[in-house]
């Protein structure tokens, strides 16, 4: 609603992925951030989906037939420490 094409979405904390999974359908660049390595997990497979032509969300109504890519990237690995405190919490 509030982006137009080729604009940039930042979804600070990715959870399950819809933003980025919206965003690569709609034809925008986005950045998702996600701590939590059962979600990061949960997000790779569903851009991989969506890249393979998944059908659900808004792919009818906007023709979605799949393609694009994404790049996946870790924190150092000195985050670990934190990442494991987050998950303990």
């Known amino acids: 609603?509030?982006?137009s094409e080729n604009d940039i979405?930042?979804?600070f904390f990715s959870g399950s992925g819809t933003t980025a999974a919206v965003a690569h359908k709609m034809n925008r660049q986005y950045i998702a951030?996600?701590?939590i390595n059962h979600q990061v997990e949960l997000n790779v497979r569903r851009l991989?989906?969506?890249i393979d032509g998944d059908k659900g969300g808004i792919s009818k109504e906007v023709n979605w037939r799949g393609g694009g890519s994404f790049v996946y990237l870790e924190l150092k690995r000195y985050n670990q420490l934190f990442i494991d405190e987050i998950e303990k919490a």
């Open 9 to 11: 979405v930042l979804d």
């Open 33 to 35: 951030c996600e701590q």
């Open 48 to 50: 991989k989906a969506i």
């Open 1 to 3: 609603m509030a982006t």
